[in-house]
């Protein structure tokens, strides 16, 4: 408070500040990359052994935004990013299916639906379980309000409707790959549209 | 004055939320369970603290003209370092509070400090001026946080004691938060008023 303003030395103090504020930051972010990359890559391994059987081996596939699992020779399933618009934003889920084509168990990766009521999808046991081993050849994918065997999230029709559209878009992508001989050959240019890429961390 | 009244001033009688009602904005928005308002009050503490201090140092050589810019450096660095450190140490708790980690730069309570209290005093009465301010937000979002999650969820702290999933789903939206706090805020001026 007590400097007088002058020219000179507003800028020295201003650059000096962002100086050694940027070289703070830059040391900071060196530190602390790997961790996070770890942290993420560690939540994703995580999603991963949740929605599917045990397997050994798991292969990203970026471009179409799926994992491909396996046991040893032994294909174990597929484990399909999905995302659809929630209530209040993005709702990307982590769909595991078997090659049977039923699906194993689902995981939200991210969401941002309203606590204590959409976002009672990533605790709602009830509505939760009821996704394991979902065979779609035998239930209807729909919530129950439209006339299908999902039931919905207390409250939170919308949350519950942009879930079971996010499992059936993986479904989608699924019997997609499944008609194909050789997976790698999958191209994104279908009707079915999923999210790229992996990391939501920025 | 005294060390301890320089804390208990900031926890009480200075108590950002309910007398000086200052960074409403998270404190509407993270208050939906008490842990998710006690994680936002340690993180603004922790800000609050360091910025407290690094500006009492360097405010006698900042020219007055450019003081509110530098200022605002010198607490989007620390928010930013907060950032990074709960990204890698603890994304769980990155996720919950995500947008409103970034947002602490802007919160009031943090250049207010800086403005009423920071560039007029040392660093070690500065630090005790951030720890008391700090504690009072954190302990405001907490019951905050506390009264309505009781109230929506059923539950404290993320035991739900209810049984069931349904609580008061009003109270952990936006018309509860607003609710809660006037309550809360009559009750806490009240208390003042009588001691």
Redesign the interface.
Known sequence: ??????LT??VA??GL??LV?SA??GG??AL?KE??QA??AQ?TTQAIAQVLPHFTEVEYNQEDGFYTAMDGENLVGYAIESSVMGFGGELKLLVGITPDGVVYNTAVL?HSE????GA?CTT?TRFMDQWRGFDPSVKKLAVTKDGGDVDAI??STITSRAYTQAVSNALGVFALLNNQEDPDAFSGDSVVKIEEGGQD?E | MSKMKLVSDGLVKNNPTFVLLLGMCPTLATT??AINGLSMGLATLFVLVLSNMAISA??????????I??YI??I??FV??LQ??M???S?SMY?TLGLFIPLIVVNCIVLGRAEAFA??HGVGESALDGIGVGLGFTCSLTVLGLVREIL??GSAFGYNFIGG???M?AF??APGAFLCLGYLMVLFNKYLKKN
């Open positions: 408070m007590a400097v007088k303003s002058s030395n507003m103090v201003l500040t962002c504020c703070l930051l900071a972010y602390t961790p996070i942290a993420a939540k991210a309203t606590p204590g009521l009672k709602d207390t409250a961390n | 939906t369970s360097i405010a006698p050589v900042v020219p007055d003209k450019v003081h810019p530098v450096v010198v989007a660095t930013t370092l990074f450190l990204q890698a140490y994304p996720e560039n007029k929506g969820s999933n349904d609580g789903l952990v939206m």
